[in-house]
């Protein structure tokens, strides 16, 4: 997923803004129509937030009850129904095996883009992941938490309305999926588990800018930047999940995150 620290391609100073502006163009669409929108995973990644990342499909999050209405939008220009990506697919064996770590995910595929050439259209998505909100305990009514892509109002005044996740908007996001996976909470969706586990990784590594030649602090210790991030952490589970891998150095086991679950006093959602 990561590119070279040094590749420009993946800096964001060097990405035109008319480059985000055509990424983007599904979300200004599903705007135009009165469906509020997130812009999700690597593309808030790499375009909000410095994250020298690929991208892949465009995760946009909407309120849960207007996932079909957005998928219909989308589907009236040329964007079609299609198979969830056999990378997000469950290997292990068990009751998971062979599905999607997103139930109600609707994946939608350009008509355009040959199977020989899938990124053809770039910067134009070629596959859109349409998500519900609720899978990480976001509210688009809660715009606090979100900030703009601030592409300019010459480009259209459409993209002012695009959400896009404040960096602990966005980890907390990740965490709430991690803690509450949409597939049960019995046994973890492996696959989707390492896909977001993933993405908190580099989030994390590109704030705190770890030093792999020198050794990490003590247990129990931060590093600086690590205090801060746990400062800015707005909900329980989140500073909960990042302290447990601060002061551990390790990820927060499933024995782990089912206690926490069995003491939360919060409902998830």
């Known amino acids: 997923m990561i590119e070279s620290d040094n590749d420009p391609k993946y800096i964001n100073d060097s990405i035109p803004s008319c480059e985000q502006h055509e990424r983007v163009v599904a979300l200004r669409k599903l705007i135009a129509r009165g469906i509020p929108c997130i812009l999700w995973a690597e593309d808030a990644m790499r375009y909000a937030h410095r994250v020298p990342t690929c991208l892949f499909d465009q995760q946009i999050l909407v309120p849960d009850h207007l996932l079909q209405e957005a998928a219909a939008v989308l589907q009236e220009g040329d964007y079609r129904p299609t198979t969830h990506s056999e990378h997000s697919l469950e290997i292990l064996p068990g009751p998971h095996f062979g599905t999607s770590p997103f139930p109600k995910g609707i994946r939608l595929k ?160």
């Open 110 to 269: 350009h008509r355009d883009v040959p199977e020989d050439h899938p990124y053809k259209l770039e910067p134009i998505p070629t596959w859109i992941l349409l998500l519900p909100q609720s899978y990480f305990g976001l509210s688009v009514e809660s715009t606090e938490r979100f900030q703009s892509l601030e592409l300019g109002p010459s480009l259209s005044p459409l993209n002012a309305g695009i959400l896009v996740p404040k960096y602990h908007t966005l980890l907390e996001g990740l965490v709430r999926f991690l803690i509450y996976q949409p597939t049960g909470l019995d046994i973890p969706h492996a696959c989707g588990e390492l896909q977001h586990t993933v993405l908190v990784e580099y989030l994390l590594t590109y704030r705190v800018e770890y030093n792999e030649n020198e050794a990490p602090p003590p247990l129990g210790q931060l590093y600086p930047a690590e205090h801060q991030i746990l400062e800015e952490l707005q909900t329980q589970e989140a500073r909960w999940y990042i302290r447990y891998l601060f002061e551990r150095r390790a990820w927060p086991s499933s024995d782990a995150t089912r206690e926490y679950r069995g003491k939360d006093k919060i409902p998830p959602l």
